[in-house]
């Protein structure tokens, strides 16, 4: 384990971050793998010289980071490393797995054809649907080396894909299918991103403790300019991390509009 005490970076820090960086040294490079047992706390006490209270806040810390999960009157263990995902990319779950070097999995949980009934279905805004029109309905549980990592929810219009659930839809990916049998795989996508509390079923498919959070991600997708797709997916907020880049706006245009109509209204 790193000496905390020798490491000139960690000097000027308080005595709880330089024991939690110690750790987190130790769980990055691969000393503690996932799910081993961290030290216990007396352990920790002895090793690094400090009040029990110290500790506790260098392993809150790891915790509250998703380094670490705690198990009670057992210990706290290493956490699954996130999975680190772009959101300027449109990906399929097993096209971005793959990418990432993990096996992806499914496992079928529902498939059927329904007739949107409701006036308030976020169905008739989404995919420019009319009351009565029916769309093909997928639940499945995406899995990445084995452990279940996200819910996914997805509603297709019957009309563009006729006959969507005689595909091997158990052992091919919904944008694989869409693409090789339809050539309608979506090429740009809206999503809005909401922290969501999970029930007891959603939390037991995700293998998590309830209550327990996810982060729920909506999505409609495109292909040629039309929407194809509707999808809910529950992401596993422990083992899942989004990374964004953004830019400046430029403002150069809306100052310019600004003064044009200013000058308008004199």
Same mark, same amino acid.
């Given at each position: 384990?790193?000496?905390?005490?020798?490491?000139?970076?960690?000097? @000027?820090? $308080?005595?709880?971050?330089?024991?939690?960086?110690?750790?987190?040294?130790?769980?990055?490079?691969?000393?503690? $793998?996932?799910?081993?047992r961290?030290?216990?706390?007396?352990?920790?006490?002895?090793?690094?010289?400090?009040a029990?209270?110290?500790? #506790?806040?260098?392993?809150?810390?790891?915790?509250?980071? =998703?380094?670490?999960?705690?198990?009670?009157? +057992?210990?706290?263990?290493?956490?699954?490393?996130?999975?680190?995902?772009?959101?300027?990319?449109?990906?399929?779950?097993?096209?971005?797995?793959?990418? #990432?070097?993990?096996?992806?999995?499914?496992?079928?949980?529902?498939? @059927?054809?329904?007739?949107?009934?409701?006036?308030?279905?976020?169905?008739? +805004?989404?995919? #420019?649907?009319? +009351?009565?029109?029916?769309?093909?309905?997928?639940?499945?549980?995406?899995?990445?080396? =084995?452990?279940?990592?996200?819910?996914?929810?997805?509603?297709? $219009? @019957?009309?563009?894909?006729?006959?969507?659930?005689?595909?091997?839809?158990?052992?091919?990916?919904?944008?694989?299918?869409?693409?090789?049998?339809?050539?309608l795989?979506?090429?740009?996508a809206?999503?809005?991103?909401?922290?969501?509390?999970? *029930?007891?079923?959603?939390?037991?498919?995700?293998?998590?403790?309830?209550?327990?959070?996810a982060?729920?991600?909506?999505?409609?997708?495109?292909?040629?300019?039309?929407?194809?797709?509707?999808?809910?997916?529950?992401?596993?907020?422990?083992?899942?991390?989004?990374?964004a880049?953004?830019?400046?706006?430029?403002?150069? $245009?809306?100052?310019?509009? *600004?003064?044009? #109509?200013?000058?308008? @209204?004199?």
């Amino acid at each position: 384990m790193q000496d905390f005490a020798t490491t000139r970076i960690y000097r @000027e820090l $308080p005595v709880y971050i330089q024991i939690t960086e110690a750790l987190r040294h130790d769980i990055i490079k691969g000393e503690l $793998p996932p799910h081993s047992r961290l030290p216990s706390e007396l352990e920790l006490m002895r090793k690094f010289g400090v009040a029990r209270a110290t500790i #506790r806040r260098a392993l809150a810390k790891l915790q509250d980071d =998703g380094l670490t999960y705690s198990r009670r009157a +057992v210990g706290s263990f290493v956490a699954e490393p996130k999975v680190d995902q772009d959101l300027d990319q449109l990906f399929s779950f097993t096209e971005f797995m793959a990418y #990432r070097g993990m096996k992806p999995g499914s496992q079928l949980l529902d498939a @059927e054809i329904q007739q949107v009934t409701s006036v308030n279905s976020p169905l008739l +805004v989404a995919l #420019r649907l009319s +009351v009565g029109e029916k769309v093909i309905f997928i639940r499945r549980l995406r899995t990445s080396n =084995g452990q279940p990592m996200v819910i996914a929810t997805t509603y297709l $219009p @019957e009309r563009l894909f006729p006959d969507f659930l005689a595909r091997d839809i158990e052992h091919k990916s919904v944008y694989e299918i869409m693409d090789e049998s339809y050539g309608l795989k979506p090429d740009d996508a809206s999503q809005t991103f909401e922290a969501v509390m999970l *029930d007891d079923d959603e939390a037991q498919l995700l293998t998590v403790l309830s209550p327990a959070t996810a982060l729920l991600i909506t999505r409609t997708g495109y292909a040629k300019g039309a929407p194809v797709e509707y999808a809910l997916d529950y992401y596993r907020g422990d083992r899942t991390k989004f990374r964004a880049r953004l830019g400046a706006i430029n403002q150069t $245009p809306l100052v310019e509009a *600004d003064r044009i #109509r200013t000058l308008g @209204e004199r």
